[in-house]
């Protein structure tokens, strides 16, 4: 009996250490059953912000000349002049602070022009003093130039003039003005600027008003000047200013008929001859007996 008990108690151990060992070995792999940690969920790319388009930065360059009406503003090649009646500010509160040598940008907008201030103008440089001569203290000679020396001082001066005129900006102004015809011309003059007048003489237009077999009538003009009659010089000459359109009509007398102006070539028919005064100009008229 005490014999069958201890096999029992010898069982009972074995099999403890048999379900401990089980139990080793089947939690090991796992790290004892313990949760798979989620994977990390990447965030999706940041969609990058459009860049608003840069507007037109306008013609750069400084202010050459400034009133109440324009502003000429010179570049790097040209100098433009803008119409400154309306204009639309940026670093400035008025038209009256923009000043001769600030640095700007102009453009024309839909209804006025843009001018936005660089930088502004640089401050002159102080001139310099000539020094000052002390009492009893003689003045430094100053060393005479040979001629040969100041003939070639005159020459380089020159060629730098000329060469300096070959790189200045050519000037372009925006603002078209022509004035023709005889009355008053007004320019604006943003630098100097060449201003010429064409004279030009009056030309002569005669009319000779022949009667072909008894036929007789009256030429005249618009403008007027010419009313000449057959067989007769009184009236039948008269100066026009040159480029003037002079119209010559021919009206017949009764019982006669108005054949036609000498040269056809240049008045064809019987209606209106336009007579472009560019030179003396003379025409014949001629009219024939019509019996009616």
Request: aromatic share 6%.
């Amino acid at each position: 009996m005490a014999q069958n008990q201890n096999e029992i108690e010898v069982m009972k151990k074995f099999l403890i250490v048999a379900l401990a060992l089980l139990i080793s070995i089947a939690f090991v792999p796992t790290g004892f059953a313990q949760p798979k940690a989620a994977p990390e969920k990447t965030p999706p790319p940041k969609k990058q912000a459009l860049k608003p388009r840069a507007e037109a930065p306008g013609f750069v360059g400084k202010v050459a000349m400034i009133d109440a009406t324009m502003i000429a503003v010179r570049g790097k090649k040209a100098t433009v002049t803008f119409d400154a009646r309306n204009p639309k500010l940026k670093g400035y509160k008025a038209i009256g602070d923009v000043m001769v040598g600030d640095t700007v940008t102009a453009k024309y907008t839909k209804d006025s022009v843009m001018i936005t201030k660089i930088a502004g103008a640089k401050p002159e440089k102080p001139a310099k003093e000539k020094p000052k001569i002390e009492m009893g203290e003689k003045p430094k000679a100053e060393k005479k130039e040979s001629p040969k020396r100041k003939e070639q001082k005159l020459t380089s001066a020159a060629e730098k003039k000329v060469e300096h005129a070959k790189k200045a900006p050519t000037e372009t102004v925006v603002r078209q003005i022509s004035c023709t015809g005889k009355n008053p011309c007004t320019v604006s003059v943003v630098k100097l600027t060449e201003v010429g007048a064409v004279f030009v003489e009056d030309y002569e237009l005669k009319v000779i008003n022949k009667n072909m077999e008894g036929g007789s009538g009256t030429v005249t003009s618009m403008p007027a000047g010419i009313f000449c009659l057959t067989g007769s010089s009184i009236g039948c000459e008269d100066f026009f200013p040159y480029g003037e359109q002079v119209t010559l009509s021919a009206l017949a007398d009764t019982g006669s008929t108005f054949i036609g102006w000498r040269p056809a070539s240049e008045c064809p028919g019987t209606g209106y001859c336009i007579v472009p005064m560019n030179k003396e100009r003379t025409f014949k008229a001629a009219f024939t007996f019509s019996g009616q």
